[in-house]
């Protein structure tokens, strides 16, 4: 038997509602929020992943679907969505046109990753990115943004926060820090040697436990701030506290990626195991520049949405559209002709076998049907229907033309 690569689901029936239930409902908070839908596609060019995600991360490192394909063209299955979104960005001349362009988009990023729970290789994120404004407040924007699309499809988080300092102060603060690391290289694991020459501050998140341990007196990043990323820090979170957000600041946040700059953040629950992080983001004002675009500010989020479809409380399904059932088998047809009439404007749910009334009822529970009828030769001869209301429990006479 085929079956599905590892780490590659089918998304199908109640996992489908509440995919799409997520979708929707983050999907419509965005749009409150004046943020408009962009799809780019799943394939690009690898070098756009190498420029932005960056080389050193284990993303394009180590975990790229990539290939050559028949035009002997380098491309790559998109691991994330800021990319593609800035290339198109740039594609378009919208940072030629400046303004304010706010984008949202979801689907499918590969990452060949090691599956675990909550750790796919084909998995779906919901992600915004908003392009023209350098103020703080649209940091504080997208995490209501996320806040509001969790409390909405009531999912309970944490929030951490962190500031990862501009061109002014992170190559100081970067010098200071390998300092550090290097004064003790002998003590620390061979990633963290590797991440010397790679990006150093990646080693504020080594998972290692006698790494941390060590780089507990290490030099801070938000300490070593300059002026203007301190104030705008502060900002932020007077802007979380004004509006009742909740936060603790990591100051070992650095992000998988290296686009980021001043504001990062991540949301985590602590309901789903050992992959809690349920949305990450921060700001990334030098990467449409370094893709060749005009330098614009730029700030975004993604969500990942198979680890939140565990969380989701999903409404009360609500009983909708209508069951017609045919009684006998000379009544199939005129169910059949009825259904696709009524399908017009409304959901319907037929059964092409003819069967008695407390079978047709048990299929009308089924599919939570809200009307029900049954046409047997009773109803043919008198041209009439009995349509039940199952919710309210009523009942009225029709005649079939009205119905
Ligand atoms: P990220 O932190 O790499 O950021 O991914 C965002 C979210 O995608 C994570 O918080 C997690 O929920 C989910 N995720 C990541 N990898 C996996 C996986 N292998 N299986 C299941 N879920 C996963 C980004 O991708 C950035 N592009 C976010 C961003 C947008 N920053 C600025 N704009």
């Known amino acids: 038997m085929i079956k599905s690569l590892r780490g590659m689901n089918d998304i199908l029936s109640e996992d489908y509602e509440r995919f799409t239930y997520f979708i929707d409902t983050a999907s419509a908070v965005a749009q409150k929020y004046g943020f408009h839908f962009i799809q780019t596609p799943l394939l690009e ?102 806040a509001d699309i969790l409390l909405a499809c009531g999912i309970g988080y944490r929030l951490q926060i962190n500031s990862l300092g501009d061109s002014n102060c992170m190559p100081t603060y970067r010098d200071n820090l390998v300092k550090f690391v290097t004064e003790c290289k002998d003590e620390v694991c061979e990633d963290c040697i590797r991440r010397l020459d790679t990006n150093p501050i990646r080693v504020l998140d080594c998972k290692n436990d006698k790494c941390q341990t060590l780089y507990a007196t290490a030099p801070k990043l938000i300490n070593n701030l300059c002026d203007n990323c301190d104030s705008d820090f502060t900002k932020l979170k007077k802007i979380l506290d004004d509006n009742n957000i909740s936060y603790e600041i990591d100051t070992n946040l650095v992000r998988g990626l290296d686009y980021y700059s001043k504001t990062a953040f991540e949301f985590v629950s602590d309901d789903i195991g050992s992959q809690s992080a349920i949305a990450g983001g921060g700001r990334y004002d030098r990467l449409v520049e370094f893709l060749d675009g005009r ?109």
């Open 45 to 146: 060019e690898t070098s756009l992943f190498k420029r932005s995600v960056g080389e050193s991360s284990d993303i394009v490192g180590k975990e790229m679907y990539q290939f050559i394909d028949k035009g002997e063209n380098d491309v790559c299955l998109r691991p994330e969505g800021t990319a593609g979104v800035v290339r198109a960005f740039i594609q378009k001349k919208l940072d030629k046109a400046g303004g304010v362009h706010r984008f949202f988009y979801h689907g499918s990023m590969f990452r060949y990753e090691r599956p675990q729970k909550g750790r796919l290789r084909q998995f779906h994120q919901f992600g915004v990115e908003s392009f023209g404004i350098d103020s703080v407040y649209e940091d504080a924007n997208m995490i209501m943004m996320v």
């Open 295 to 403: 330098p614009t500010p730029a700030v975004g989020f993604a969500m990942g949405i198979e680890r939140l479809m565990e969380l989701i409380k999903m409404p009360e399904p609500k009983k909708e559209g209508y069951y017609i059932g045919a009684m006998d088998e000379d009544t199939v047809d005129l169910v059949v002709s009825l259904a696709h009439k009524k399908r017009k404007t409304d959901k319907v749910t037929i059964d092409y076998k003819a069967k008695n009334f407390k079978n047709h009822i048990k299929g009308a529970d089924k599919v939570n049907a809200k009307y029900f009828c049954i046409i047997g030769s009773n109803e043919v001869d008198s041209g009439t229907i009995t349509l039940k209301d199952l919710e309210n429990k009523t009942e009225q006479t029709l005649s079939l033309k009205e119905f």
